[in-house]
């Protein structure tokens, strides 16, 4: 599986979480610095971020990815949209929660969301389908 990081850097135990909870080995873990100038239009700065991804259209369409998104929930939303379209489907993503009483603060892996399966199931109710 490939991990795109889009957040803080993943500790060791982090990364064993993700195994633990995936089933699967991450072959590649690509990191990516995320800072958008509040004056600026996030979109743009958005597509230059994604466009620094080393991954041809065919491996961001084949690939295993998970994603660790970033923590400001405007570039996150912008990030699944372009990645969905890029990809042809949600790609599933990290869930980290503070640590109890740790000094300094830390964060664990929570959870994987499978996004596309939340978004299957949604699209079910459009339709008056019993989830």
């Excluded at 958008?36 to 991954?55: A, H, Y």
């Excluded at 961001?60 to 998104?69: A, D, E, W, Y």
Aim: aromatic share 6%; charged share 20%.
């Amino acid at each position: 599986m490939i991990l795109l990081n889009f957040s803080h850097p993943l500790s060791a135990e982090q990364l064993e979480s993700i195994r633990s909870l995936s089933g699967e080995d991450i072959e590649q873990q690509i990191d990516f610095a995320v800072h958008f100038d509040n004056d600026q239009p996030f979109l743009s700065q958005l597509q230059e971020l994604v466009g620094k991804i080393p991954l041809t259209a065919q491996e961001m369409q084949l690939k295993r990815i998970l994603v660790n998104p970033p923590s400001l929930n405007y570039i996150t939303a912008l990030l699944l949209a372009e990645l969905h379209g890029r990809m042809g489907y949600f790609p599933p993503i990290l869930r980290l929660r503070p640590v109890a009483n740790s000094l300094p603060p830390r964060y664990e892996v929570a959870e994987i969301l499978n996004l596309q399966a939340v978004r299957d199931t949604a699209r079910k109710q459009r339709y008056g389908e019993t989830p």
